[in-house]
């Protein structure tokens, strides 16, 4: 599975951005995506996971309320939709994918980025006060 990351830019704070996660040449089915997002000089943190397969939807809790992940598995993207964007959201952004055999994980397993097998590039991501 290949996977395409676009969307990014740069915005000021309090502005909205789009990222979509895209496959080539297919729809995603019963897959996990999941978007992780990795600042300047930090390491790679868990943004928010979609479960294709139950539907099933997991944020950090920095993000809670702010950004919100959507995708059907009859489609080819994941789109995760930024609003209220702060400095502190500058990053460049990843999409990951795993196959779902189940339409309930734990909770512990989408944060984890091991757990994904399919990466795409980042798009990257810069929120000016």
């Known amino acids: 599975v290949q996977l395409q990351a676009s969307g990014g830019g740069l915005v000021q704070a309090g502005d909205s951005l789009r990222l979509s996660c895209a496959t080539s040449g297919r729809t995603f089915g019963d897959y996990v995506v999941g978007w992780f997002r990795q600042p300047p000089g930090k390491e790679r943190e868990f943004v928010a996971a979609?479960?294709?397969?139950?539907?099933?939807?997991f944020y950090a809790d920095s993000v809670k309320g702010r950004f919100e992940i959507s995708g059907d598995k009859s489609k080819s993207a994941v789109a995760l939709n930024m609003s209220s964007l702060k400095p502190e959201d500058t990053a460049a952004y990843y999409c990951a994918a795993r196959p779902a055999q189940s339409m309930r994980y734990s909770s512990f397993y989408y944060p984890t980025r091991d757990w994904y097998r399919y990466w795409g590039q980042g798009t990257l991501v810069t929120v000016s006060s």
């Open positions: 979609i479960n294709l397969k139950g539907g099933s939807i």
